[in-house]
């Protein structure tokens, strides 16, 4: 690994991507950063930590007006940062957040459109971890603990929201394979497998840059 690589992970409910996440975080003794990351967002501007928590992967409340106009004030830009609606205000802040965690070292970030947010950032090696919905389903019962009469639908819900954030917070699909680095099926792989592939996969790209003369590290 170089000497600095942020690994972002998308996920979808129930396939173990922050378990992942935080395995290839022991691994490499590097800083985890998931819930984490409101805190840190709520001391940097001094707001309430539970306005984060309530708005976290969650779009605006103008997300349905915004997509009935084809109007997204995030992608144009077009509104002041007190114009805006409050949970875009909140993304712009954490937002900040995550560069300068991003700045301090290598990491492994959870969401949050994390990899959208550091899309220039040479550094940046993204995931995106997925799973049939059985699979899902029986790690949603079996590990959190869900019921199993409401297992498949909050797997779904929880998709969809993390969809809608994540694409309208970005102008790239949530989910789509040619939005990330490495796309990866945690029913075939498993979560060490997952660890190892992602840590493989840095280790080739580390030593194909080195060959090209463009190494990062």
């Not at 940097?44 to 997204?72: I, Q, R, V, W």
Request: net charge negative; aromatic share 10%; hydrophobic share 35%.
């Amino acid at each position: 690994m170089g000497e600095k690589t942020i690994f972002t992970i998308g996920r979808q409910f129930g396939s173990g991507g922050r378990k992942v996440g935080r395995q290839l975080a022991e691994r490499l003794g590097i800083p985890f950063y998931d819930k984490e990351l409101l805190t840190m967002a709520a001391k940097d501007s001094g707001l309430s930590e539970a306005l984060f928590h309530n708005a976290d992967e969650k779009p605006t409340s103008s997300l349905l007006y915004s997509l009935a106009m084809g109007n997204y004030p995030m992608a144009t830009g077009a509104l002041g940062f007190n114009e805006m609606p409050l949970n875009d205000q909140l993304f712009l802040i954490q937002s900040k957040t995550i560069k300068k965690i991003a700045e301090q070292g290598s990491c492994v970030i959870i969401g949050r459109c994390a990899d959208y947010i550091l899309r220039d950032n040479p550094h940046v090696v993204s995931v995106f971890v997925h799973a049939p919905l059985d699979a899902r389903v029986y790690r949603a019962v079996h590990t959190y603990e869900i019921d199993e009469d409401k297992a498949e639908d909050i797997c779904l819900k929880n998709d969809k929201t993390r969809a809608n954030f994540y694409n309208y917070y970005s102008d790239q699909k949530w989910g789509m394979c040619r939005t990330y680095d490495l796309s990866l099926d945690s029913a075939k792989l498993g979560i060490d497998g997952c660890v190892d592939v992602i840590l493989h996969y840095t280790e080739i790209y580390d030593k194909h840059l080195e060959k090209l003369g463009l190494s990062i590290s």
